[in-house]
């Protein structure tokens, strides 16, 4: 897929900017978090398991010594991070968000502009929660 720059000069992407990619994404290593931002609107960013297990390492986001089961890259060549399972929530409520928006912005979604207001809302609050450290439903 070609690499896609969000326009956040407009007021309702730019509202969600800031009070809800951005604190999702605000992690302790602030150049880590924003490159991964940018690999995520380009929809570059690799996020793996890799053992049910784990191990416990310092995770690359919070540097906290967690149990990081995931790792992730900004591209397949590119270096791997080792990420908590907290830390990985916040990545995929913010990748989920970025996908709807990418599908909106391709057509994919056929639904009334109320359906989709209402599905935004959705992605912000798991976004939110994700921040506050609770996990998604199963």
């Known amino acids: 897929m070609e690499e896609r720059k969000f ?3 407009q007021p309702f992407l730019c509202r969600m900017y800031n009070e809800d990619v951005a604190p999702c994404l ?3 290593n602030k150049q880590l ?4 931002q940018d690999a995520i609107e380009s929809n570059n960013l690799v996020l793996e ?4 297990k784990g191990i416990k ?6 540097g906290v010594m967690r149990i990081c089961r995931y ?3 900004v591209s397949e060549t590119a270096e791997w991070h080792y990420i908590s399972q907290s830390a990985r ?3 995929v409520a913010v990748c989920d968000f970025f996908t709807y928006i990418r599908y909106i912005h391709l057509g994919l979604v056929k639904k009334d502009v109320t359906d989709i207001y209402w599905e935004l809302m959705e992605l912000r609050k798991q976004m939110a929660c994700a921040t506050c450290g609770l996990s998604p439903l199963q």
């Open 7 to 9: 326009d956040r000069t």
């Open 26 to 28: 605000d992690f302790t």
């Open 33 to 36: 978090s924003k490159t991964f």
């Open 49 to 52: 398991l890799m053992s049910t």
């Open 57 to 62: 390492r310092k995770c690359a986001l919070t």
């Open 71 to 73: 790792r992730a890259a």
């Open 89 to 91: 929530h916040r990545i």
